[in-house]
């Protein structure tokens, strides 16, 4: 369903070690409609939810969005730890496009309804 690269498995067990308000808390991934792109990423670290997908491995634990699922399949969770873009990264294979800012996609399986910027501009540069 998802995977973590070995960087998003240490990086994640660090955060939820100092940030986990329960040992069943994890990274809860989901989709929303939005961005610039048409679809952005929500993460947030909490407790999963009837229906959702926890994928474990190490201390590191993923909660996927039972809304989302479909739109996360076949994922990898990576963490990047560049100097003007650290954080965690999705890469989806079923992203279209995303935008620069890389928070935002578009979809292979429908056409985008939001206004959308060429692919690779940084959001709010248009």
């Known amino acids: ?31 929303r409609r939005g961005g610039c792109a048409g679809w952005q990423y929500e993460m947030k670290v909490e407790l999963p939810e009837p229906g959702d997908v926890v994928v474990e491995s190490g201390a590191a634990r993923v909660i996927v969005a039972a809304d989302s699922l479909d739109r996360l399949a076949g994922c990898e969770v990576d963490y990047s730890d560049d100097l003007t873009d650290a954080g965690f990264k999705i890469h989806n294979p079923k992203a279209a496009r995303s935008c620069g800012c890389g928070t935002s996609f578009e979809s292979v399986e429908e056409p985008s309804g939001a206004e959308t910027v060429p692919d690779g501009e940084a959001c709010g540069s248009h």
């Open 1 to 31: 369903m998802i995977t973590l690269t070995p960087k998003a498995i240490e990086e994640l067990g660090k955060l939820l070690a100092s940030r986990a308000p329960s040992p069943e808390s994890g990274l809860r991934l989901a989709v």
